[in-house]
């Protein structure tokens, strides 16, 4: 039996150094973030001793920076911070609506986009938002950064594509052009604070006369990772995103879908919805991109 | 194992303590320094009844490290009255009878607070969306939320 250690790196270098050494030397790690999926787990599903590695210390997980042609969003900057800059909200409002789904206000104020899509869940809010807007992973290790489309970093339930000297930095997303809007939608029972039954997360863009030139749809809640639906897209894509063309998109949802049965829902159940919500998002997506 | 010390600001006292990596800020400041205003409910963030103000922002003490208290400013339940008596929020809370068994008050002051310095004039709908992190399971809420709306009406005119 180990013992419990914590550290807070304030670089980079540092931070992928320790987590070298200490996976070097069998150690088990847990980076930690908001901490509210880690500290849950660590008091619950997996109480065994490891070192948690705080990277909230670092200067590249807190940074925000809206460029000109891309947005970075540091993978540790609490989901409360991003709903307070209504420059993002303008931008992303579908991506800053899902953050803002996650929680109650004091989970808020700790829990990230980046911690959220690190967790990996079949049901994290943020992740098909990411994935719709097209956000590519920041991912620093021993030799450097590299990057990683947003829609390939999850690999299975609680499983991610980061090596045990890796930590996500933040992750970048293209800025919308002149007609472009995006939206995430979810299902829960409740009004809030519960976990997606089903989400789906798109946008697209529109030429001057309201054809979809470009789209992106991403689901999460339906299959063991949140998946890109590249059929969902096409659907869209020649279209002026009437109800026929949202239908296809739907259709193609729940094609893609290969959801389980739980207490939150039936396969047949989040089968269906995730259509019902793929439309909905498709055409609140349309309507922002047109104003 | 090894303790970790950490140099922190608790309602504007210098503190200093030492604390096991795996120990969270709830723990300590119940069981070390003797803050038992902030109640403990279900340890994994969703009843509220540990909220505390770190750097200003609300968030559940069982799911902060006591070591990340390290240089950062803290306030708990027992910052909010000042030397002049109950803030106006725990008077209101006392008016309305905002409470029953109490475990889940503090939570909603410090609550409370963070959400009329953010929304000083909120709507019924912000306030049960802003405490929704809150659970109570003895009042019902509505008495609640009328203590919240009386308390921003008397801030309002205070300020």
Same mark, same amino acid.
């Given at each position: 039996? #180990?013992?419990?250690?914590?550290?807070?790196?304030?670089?980079?270098?540092?931070?992928?150094?320790?987590?070298?050494?200490?996976?070097?030397?069998?150690?088990?790690?847990?980076?930690?973030?908001?901490?509210?999926?880690?500290?849950?787990?660590?008091?619950?599903?997996?109480?065994?001793?490891?070192?948690?590695?705080?990277?909230?210390?670092?200067?590249?997980?807190?940074?925000?920076?809206?460029?000109?042609?891309?947005?970075?969003?540091?993978?540790?900057?609490?989901?409360?911070?991003?709903?307070?800059?209504?420059?993002?909200?303008?931008?992303?409002?579908?991506?800053?609506?899902?953050?803002?789904?996650?929680?109650?206000?004091?989970?808020?104020?700790?829990?990230?986009?980046?911690?959220?899509?690190?967790?990996?869940?079949?049901?994290?809010?943020?992740?098909?938002?990411?994935?719709?807007?097209?956000?590519?992973?920041? *991912?620093?290790?021993?030799?450097?950064?590299?990057?990683?489309?947003?829609?390939?970093?999850?690999?299975?339930?609680?499983?991610?594509?980061?090596?045990?000297?890796?930590?996500?930095? #933040?992750?970048?997303?293209?800025?919308?052009?002149?007609?472009?809007?995006?939206?995430?939608?979810?299902?829960?029972?409740?009004?809030?604070?519960?976990?997606?039954?089903?989400?789906? #997360?798109?946008?697209?863009?529109?030429?001057?006369?309201?054809?979809?030139?470009?789209?992106?749809?991403? *689901?999460?809640?339906?299959?063991?990772?949140?998946?890109?639906?590249?059929?969902?897209?096409?659907?869209? *894509?020649?279209?002026?995103?009437?109800?026929?063309?949202?239908?296809?998109?739907?259709?193609?949802?729940?094609?893609?879908?290969?959801?389980?049965?739980?207490?939150?829902?039936?396969?047949?159940?989040?089968?269906?919805?995730?259509?019902?919500?793929?439309?909905?998002?498709?055409? *609140?997506?349309?309507?922002?991109?047109?104003? | 194992?090894?303790?970790?010390?950490? %140099?922190?600001?608790?309602?504007?006292?210098?503190?200093?303590?030492?604390?096991?990596?795996?120990? %969270?800020?709830?723990?300590?400041? &119940?069981?070390?320094?003797?803050?038992?205003? %902030?109640?403990?409910?279900?340890?994994?963030?969703?009843?509220?009844?540990?909220?505390?103000?770190?750097?200003? &922002?609300?968030?559940?003490?069982?799911?902060?490290?006591?070591?990340?208290?390290?240089?950062?400013?803290?306030? %708990?339940?027992?910052?909010?009255?000042?030397?002049?008596?109950?803030?106006?929020?725990?008077?209101?809370?006392?008016?309305?009878?905002?409470?029953?068994?109490?475990?889940?008050?503090?939570?909603?002051?410090?609550?409370?607070?963070?959400?009329?310095?953010?929304?000083?004039?909120?709507?019924?709908?912000?306030?049960?969306?802003?405490?929704?992190?809150?659970?109570?399971?003895?009042?019902?809420?509505?008495?609640?939320? &009328?203590?919240?709306?009386?308390?921003?009406?008397?801030?309002?005119?205070?300020?």
């Amino acid at each position: 039996m #180990g013992s419990f250690a914590y550290v807070a790196p304030k670089t980079v270098r540092e931070t992928t150094e320790k987590l070298a050494e200490l996976s070097g030397a069998g150690t088990p790690t847990q980076i930690m973030a908001g901490g509210t999926d880690v500290l849950v787990q660590l008091r619950t599903v997996n109480r065994a001793a490891r070192t948690l590695v705080d990277i909230k210390g670092l200067a590249e997980t807190n940074r925000l920076d809206i460029g000109a042609d891309e947005t970075y969003i540091g993978a540790a900057i609490p989901s409360a911070v991003l709903n307070e800059n209504n420059d993002l909200k303008t931008l992303f409002p579908g991506l800053t609506e899902a953050a803002d789904l996650i929680g109650s206000t004091q989970i808020q104020g700790r829990a990230s986009i980046g911690g959220n899509l690190c967790n990996s869940s079949p049901a994290g809010d943020s992740i098909p938002a990411l994935i719709a807007n097209g956000a590519v992973c920041v *991912i620093a290790g021993p030799g450097g950064e590299r990057e990683l489309a947003v829609e390939d970093f999850v690999t299975g339930v609680g499983q991610n594509a980061l090596a045990a000297d890796e930590l996500l930095l #933040g992750l970048k997303l293209p800025n919308p052009g002149p007609r472009t809007g995006d939206a995430y939608l979810r299902f829960i029972p409740r009004t809030e604070m519960d976990i997606a039954v089903a989400g789906c #997360g798109v946008r697209l863009d529109l030429d001057e006369a309201g054809v979809c030139t470009s789209a992106r749809v991403g *689901i999460g809640a339906v299959a063991p990772t949140a998946l890109l639906v590249p059929a969902a897209a096409e659907a869209l *894509i020649g279209t002026k995103v009437d109800d026929a063309a949202l239908a296809a998109a739907g259709a193609a949802c729940s094609e893609a879908a290969s959801p389980i049965t739980d207490k939150r829902g039936t396969v047949e159940y989040r089968t269906k919805v995730i259509s019902v919500l793929c439309r909905r998002a498709g055409a *609140i997506a349309r309507d922002r991109a047109a104003k | 194992m090894s303790k970790l010390h950490v %140099t922190t600001s608790i309602n504007g006292d210098p503190v200093e303590f030492l604390t096991a990596p795996e120990q %969270t800020l709830v723990d300590v400041l &119940r069981e070390q320094l003797d803050l038992t205003g %902030t109640k403990e409910g279900c340890s994994t963030g969703d009843c509220g009844a540990c909220s505390v103000l770190v750097d200003g &922002r609300l968030v559940c003490a069982c799911l902060v490290l006591a070591a990340e208290a390290e240089g950062a400013e803290i306030t %708990t339940i027992e910052g909010i009255a000042t030397a002049d008596g109950l803030h106006p929020i725990q008077e209101k809370f006392l008016e309305h009878a905002a409470l029953q068994c109490g475990i889940c008050t503090p939570g909603y002051i410090v609550a409370t607070k963070a959400l009329l310095e953010k929304h000083p004039e909120p709507d019924e709908e912000t306030i049960r969306y802003w405490l929704a992190g809150n659970l109570c399971r003895c009042t019902g809420y509505d008495k609640i939320v &009328r203590a919240v709306q009386d308390a921003a009406t008397t801030l309002a005119h205070e300020a």
